[in-house]
């Protein structure tokens, strides 16, 4: 059997934050992402935070070792039955290959970050590296700082002096098969997923490749909005093998307790049923049972509504958005690019909501738990005792004992 998941690659300009994770996640999830491909999320070597998403729970990192201004990681859906076989990371947190099974099947995937400088030369060794690392099904996503086409895939009207290695750059890619998915399937269309504000411009910077004997296994690709970073996310539709369906578990959405109107409506259902289920054939017990079942359905019905209406605006602003950086692109006006920038901004204070219900959820987290002998509370002593551990010990005359 096969199946359809999508890859992203996205440079997310920090990841350091749990609003920013939570938002980016949020912006994954919504579009059904299984396996993201993340720049510059600026993880430093020994300060990688532990991200543990209820979406995404496989997370692989290549920190920078001192800047926090690389660093590249891997996030997988939690439905997606991936198993790591192993991986390459890059001392320098450029990039990040990784390689496993879905299935019966083996698929490796490679993200990858350049530098801003002598970029033809830092891609032509790591890909050489990836192709000679990669086996199965191949997947090679990033941002390379480098346009393959000037004429194409930037707005800029004047002659790039980085032409020259645009046009090695394809031949280099040329001579491993592999194949740019969003110009294979718009040949001569144009979009971008950078804006460069100093230079009022539009690359196309960040690509998915794939070999191309594997073309047929790519079904749709697309370039998002510009919205929690200056770069867009790149999409792509993928074949593969089925994945198993997972039970899901619900919870009560403690946030719908917040509003009054909310209770009002919770508490007329209530009196609704017991006003209706009167009758002495029925036990106290079962009624009391079946209470649980009509309001579980309530609250399940207003959790919906509200997320639909929540949602509602969200695909109205990225749409809004998606139509001004598209005017804007032909343009170049002042006034497309305020109105875009107080678009994004709409959509940022609607993603909070989102970023402050996981912060409750957190904080619900550590009060049930925190004093507890669990795993959460195991994770804390083992951190504190790292950072307590005496390595050596000094005398008056600054001599190791």
Request: aromatic residues 8%; positive net charge; hydrophobic residues 35%.
């Amino acid at each position: 059997m096969m199946a359809d998941t999508i890859f992203c690659s996205f440079n997310v300009k920090g990841l350091n934050t749990p609003e920013k994770c939570s938002q980016v996640c949020r912006l994954l999830h919504r579009h059904q992402v299984g396996v993201a491909l993340l720049q510059e999320t600026h993880f430093r070597q020994n300060h990688v935070p532990r991200l543990s998403h209820h979406i995404y729970s496989q997370w692989f990192h290549s920190p920078s070792p001192s800047s926090a201004s690389k660093g590249v990681s891997v996030a997988v859906h939690r439905n997606l039955s991936f198993t790591l076989c192993t991986s390459k990371t890059d001392p320098e947190g450029r990039f990040l290959f990784i390689k496993g099974t879905i299935g019966s099947q083996i698929y490796t995937n490679g993200n990858m970050y350049a530098p801003n400088v002598r970029q033809l030369e830092w891609l032509a060794d790591v890909i050489d590296y990836f192709m000679d690392f990669a086996e199965g099904c191949i997947i090679l996503g990033g941002g390379t700082n480098l346009v393959a086409d000037p004429s194409r895939d930037s707005s800029s009207t004047s002659k790039s002096p980085s032409s020259g290695n645009s046009r090695r750059l394809v031949v280099k890619l040329k001579s491993h098969a592999l194949a740019d998915t969003w110009r294979s399937f718009y040949p001569q269309g144009r979009d971008y997923s950078f804006f460069s504000h100093p230079h009022q411009t539009y690359h196309r910077l960040d690509y998915l490749f794939v070999p191309s004997n594997q073309l047929h296994l790519c079904i749709t690709t697309q370039i998002g909005s510009i919205t929690l970073s200056d770069h867009a996310p790149v999409f792509l539709k993928y074949s593969l093998q089925g994945l198993p369906r997972q039970s899901k578990k619900w919870r009560l959405n403690c946030t719908l307790l917040d509003s009054e109107p909310q209770v009002q409506k919770i508490a007329a259902s209530l009196k609704e049923y017991f006003a209706l289920n009167t009758s002495p054939e029925i036990s106290n017990g079962i009624r009391w049972k079946a209470h649980k079942l009509v309001v579980r359905g309530h609250l399940i019905a207003l959790s919906a509504h509200i997320a639909r209406v929540r949602r509602a605006k969200i695909d109205a602003l990225h749409t809004r958005i998606q139509t001004l950086e598209a005017k804007h692109k032909k343009s170049s006006s002042p006034q497309v690019l305020a109105q875009r920038t107080e678009a994004r901004n709409e959509l940022q204070a609607l993603l909070n909501v989102y970023s402050a219900k996981a912060f409750l959820s957190s904080q619900c987290k550590y009060y049930a738990h925190g004093n507890k002998s669990t795993k959460l509370l195991f994770a804390q002593i083992r951190k504190r005792k790292a950072k307590s551990f005496i390595t050596r010990i000094k005398s008056i005359q600054a001599t190791d004992l």
